[in-house]
């Protein structure tokens, strides 16, 4: 399968809106070898901003640039964009009602050896609690870069979250995306796999094939807005099966788990639902293959859990 870079899809996206848009900048807390972006800083020198190692000074310079008419993008590890930044994060850029695009690299288990200081489990959590944000999670590199132009279109802030490394390619370069719409990678009858992200995403579509040799019927449904998130095509997709799970790489308390739950519950859904994600646990370093197994975030282990509802 094609795999491609979502963080080469980020800085592509914003070389081509900044070519367009005079008032796209982009700024840095010292990772633009992480990101890339300084391909952005050769051909906009005067546009792009690294602040050193001074994430929550980051956020409140692009904070600034907002306030001032730009179009501020702002990247560094989701543990450092949501964690660090949060109260500048909030009150410099939510509260103050101006727009920020925050981007969050390596959420949850895709920071690897970075280990449990830097692995953001609760970033989705933190961030669904702040009034009128907008969360993104793209689930590959056309997704991301679809989804990119949107943030840049809306006015008010946006929190973008993704790994930085090859992710399969699961999307033609023509699809329409759209904040707050879900896509539909499969229907079934008997399960449905709610996954957020590249990684889950992929893992659910791995574990759909290991149900089908068992005779069962699974969907899988890419969320890819936390918020707003696409209610009707939750509910659409749980009214065909007899059961729902969640999927997310990151705590199962007050992300996508929490926000589908609340969605089912308030419906009537009379099927069973259950949450898969990091269950009250720190990170640690690791292989990422190993840290998707070590928190039961692998398609063997989602497969499982669909049997065990089912039966």
């Not at 005079?22 to 906009?44: H, Q, R, W």
């Not at 019927?217 to 969320?223: E, F, K, Y």
């Not at 659409?236 to 099966?241: F, G, L, P």
């Amino acid at each position: 399968m094609e795999t491609k870079e979502i963080r080469e899809a980020y800085v592509n996206t914003l070389l081509e809106l900044g070519a367009k848009n005079p008032d796209i900048v982009v700024l840095e807390a010292d990772l633009m070898s992480c990101t890339n972006t300084g391909v952005f800083k050769k051909a906009y020198p005067e546009r792009f901003f690294n602040v050193g190692i001074a994430e929550a000074n980051m956020v409140c310079v692009a904070a600034g640039l907002s306030a001032a008419g730009k179009i501020p993008f702002a990247a560094t590890f989701g543990c450092f964009a949501s964690r660090r930044v949060y109260d500048q994060f909030f009150i410099s850029a939510n509260y103050a009602r101006l727009n920020v695009k925050l981007v969050g690299t390596d959420p949850g288990v895709t920071a690897a050896f970075n280990g449990g200081t830097h692995m953001p489990f609760e970033d989705l959590a933190l961030m669904r609690a702040i009034p009128r944000l907008t969360i993104l999670e793209p689930s590959d590199a056309v997704s991301a870069a679809a989804l990119i132009r949107e943030a840049a279109e809306i006015y008010g802030s946006v929190y973008l979250r993704f790994p930085r490394k090859p992710v399969p390619v699961l999307y033609r370069q023509d699809e329409k995306f759209g904040i707050g719409r879900a896509k539909v990678l499969k229907s079934g009858r008997d399960v449905c796999f709610v996954a957020l992200g590249s990684l889950m995403v992929n893992e659910a579509l791995k574990a759909r094939e290991l149900l089908a040799a068992d005779g069962i019927d699974s969907g899988v449904l890419d969320v890819l807005s936390l918020k707003p998130i696409d209610s009707a095509a939750i509910l659409d997709e749980a009214a065909k099966v007899k059961a729902v799970l969640s999927a997310e790489n990151h705590q199962v308390s007050g992300g996508l788990g929490s926000a589908v739950a609340e969605i089912l519950a308030e419906n009537g859904f009379r099927g069973r639902f259950t949450r898969i994600g990091v269950n009250d646990e720190f990170g640690e370093v690791g292989t990422q293959d190993y840290l998707v197994k070590r928190f039961g975030l692998d398609a063997e282990t989602l497969a499982k859990r669909a049997k065990s509802l089912l039966a």
